[in-house]
């Protein structure tokens, strides 16, 4: 089962290859993972995607909150989360397929970012289902080039987590 773990660390050089250093000993793939600061410029959320079982991906949330610049971490697999993904695609397109590639683009509600005389770029923002799916109606046109974000995630509601509150009026 694909497991999204959050996981708030100080933003300091080097948090970010011990992480994934600690997967990579234990022998777990990380399918994606996005990094990026927070609402408090000291602090970055990491989103982690891993393949595992519930006691297996336990173990590992307990070896990474042992290092000393995780503050948190959380897996958000059984909350009511809302998660994305950004993908920019690349693909031909000539005066015969562009209009059919603008609908598609137009149903899947994503934007054409870059135009030129031989291929259009295509960003589109979704669950990793949405993604797949304008990739799998583009792929017939020719995709040139594809580069995908990973998942983003965050628990639905009002509040940020307690203990992220606690951390950023430190």
Excluded: C, W
Excluded at 52 to 63: F, L, S, Y
């Amino acid at each position: 089962m694909k497991h999204t773990l959050s996981i708030l660390v100080q933003n300091q050089a080097g948090v970010l290859s011990r992480v994934a250093a600690l997967f990579t000993r234990r022998g777990y793939n990380i399918e994606s993972i996005a990094v990026g600061t927070t609402e408090d410029p000291r602090i970055s959320r990491m989103t982690i995607v891993v393949e595992g079982d519930r006691r297996e991906v336990e173990q590992i949330t307990k070896n990474v909150h042992k290092l000393i610049e995780v503050l948190k971490v959380s897996d958000l697999t059984y909350d009511d989360m809302v998660a994305r993904e950004l993908a920019l695609i690349k693909v031909t397109a000539d005066s015969h397929n562009r209009s059919e590639i603008m609908q598609i683009v137009d149903i899947f509600r994503a934007k054409i970012v870059d135009v030129s005389e031989r291929s259009v770029i295509v960003e589109v923002t979704g669950d990793e289902g949405k993604v797949d799916a304008m990739i799998r109606m583009l792929r017939p046109h020719g995709i040139k080039e594809l580069a995908r974000t990973g998942k983003i995630a965050m628990v639905r509601g009002s509040k940020p987590e307690p203990s992220l509150r606690h951390i950023t009026s430190a």
